[in-house]
């Protein structure tokens, strides 16, 4: 049998996040992660981070790497099929500017700096149950290399996604959620080209398109496709063709195109469960929420959630009040509906909706219009994307 203060189930960014500030703050934890840490590594996912985002991961000491090889930019470009640009520019209209830098990375560093400080994390933790939860005393059992496992604990963090097994031991009766799937998937590429100037959300009657970037030389570039898209019937041609078809083209032109490394499809949904604690149980990140892609809130929301669930824990070791243990889905919860908000807002106006009728395409049509001329509205929408404050 193993002792630790919080066992932590999935070793995604939230998990390996949360016992990395565990352990500036002298707590101890175990994460367990059901894949191996290749696999963990090798998946792609977004990469914009807020300025909140950055100042917190640079504030535990994970800063170093990603102020080298971080792209820093001012906002976002919107184009709009025929109506030319507005630009979310989060510097002038919210005093942050934002980073590029891939979730790959912050893993990557992540757990370079679990290696370092010695961190117990176990790959390969397979039929990970959860006992207890409304006791003083839960406990976690697992099956590795095929033989059973017990880690007691005095709290559990559910950070194993939205696949994972915390969320799902909340009795139904004590979960709420909430959901909306949109018809339609993006489909994504990675390449070792130089980015555009600038991240570009492009809007067109063909469907949306975002231009995004990693390093100097790697760039993330997807398309709105439908939702049985197989990437098979996209060799890179034909992908680069559709995605420079929903550009003005005067920024088409200047789309290096090259081999794709990767190219896979991602569905789009909004998701919220509630509430984010049970017992002795705190979700964070993607276990309790999802977003659309666009925006890239979904990290960002992972850090913030971590943000509270640590600062809580931190103040209850302490000898402290359980104030902040208490308060903790609440506080979450708040930030996590801003951003539902905003991603489901920036989904609805910038993609083309096969259901749509013609009167909504020009309601869309206006808003951006609207944000166009409109200082106000800018403003609004830049200080959502540059992100609340935590
Ligand atoms: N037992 C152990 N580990 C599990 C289980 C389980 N039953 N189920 C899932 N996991 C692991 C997954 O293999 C994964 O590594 O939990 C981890 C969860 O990581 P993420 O899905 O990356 O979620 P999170 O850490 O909350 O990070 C949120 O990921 O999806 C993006 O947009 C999202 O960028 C945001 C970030
Ligand atoms: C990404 O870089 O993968 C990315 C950027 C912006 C988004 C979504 C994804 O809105």
Not at 22 to 29: E, K, Q, R
Not at 319 to 339: F, M, N, P
Not at 357 to 386: C, D, I, P, T, V
Request: overall charge negative; hydrophobic content about 40%.
């Amino acid at each position: 049998m193993t002792k630790t203060q919080v066992a932590i189930i999935g070793g995604g960014p939230a998990g390996l996040l949360l016992s990395h500030i565990l352990h500036l703050h002298g707590i101890d934890s175990i994460v367990l992660e059901r894949q191996t840490r290749a696999y963990v590594l090798g998946r792609i996912r977004a990469g914009v981070l807020e300025f909140g985002t950055v100042q917190l991961l640079r504030d535990v000491g994970l800063g170093a790497r990603l102020d080298r090889e971080g792209l820093v930019h001012a906002g976002t470009l919107m184009t709009w099929q025929g109506e030319g640009s507005a630009l979310i520019d989060t510097v002038k209209y919210a005093n942050r500017p934002m980073m590029a830098y891939g979730q790959t990375a912050i893993t990557e560093d992540l757990y370079a700096a679990r290696d370092r400080d010695g961190g117990r994390i176990v790959h390969e933790a397979v039929d990970v149950a959860l006992h207890g939860l409304t006791s003083d005393h839960p406990f976690v059992t697992y099956t590795k290399d095929g033989s059973p496992q017990r880690i007691d604990c005095e709290f559990v963090a559910g950070c194993d996604g939205f696949h994972g097994v915390s969320r799902r031991s909340i009795p139904a009766d004590v979960l709420r959620t909430y959901e909306q799937v949109y018809p339609f998937g993006w489909l994504g590429i990675m390449s070792e080209t130089p980015p555009m100037k600038d991240l570009i959300y492009a809007h067109h009657e063909r469907g949306f398109a975002l231009a995004s970037q990693r390093n100097p030389m790697l760039s993330r570039y997807y398309i709105q496709c439908e939702i049985e898209t197989d990437p098979a019937d996209w060799p890179d041609e034909r992908f680069w063709d559709e995605f420079k078809a929903r550009l003005p083209q005067e920024l088409a032109r200047t789309v290096v195109t090259g081999p794709s490394i990767e190219k896979s499809v991602a569905p789009l949904r909004s998701f919220v469960a509630e509430p984010m604690r049970h017992g002795r149980l705190f979700l964070a990140g993607d276990s309790a929420h999802i977003v659309p892609p666009t925006g890239a809130k979904g990290l960002n929301l992972a850090v913030s959630d971590v943000h509270y669930l640590a600062r809580a824990l931190e103040a209850h070791y302490r000898g402290g009040s359980d104030e902040l243990l208490q308060s903790y889905s609440r506080t979450a919860l708040q930030r996590v509906w801003g951003a539902e908000r905003l991603s489901w807002w920036l989904t609805r106006l910038l993609h083309v909706f096969p259901q749509d009728s013609a009167f909504e395409r020009k309601m869309r049509l206006n808003e951006f219009q609207y944000l166009q001329r409109s200082e106000h509205a800018m403003g609004s929408l830049s200080e959502q994307y540059a992100g609340l404050p935590f």
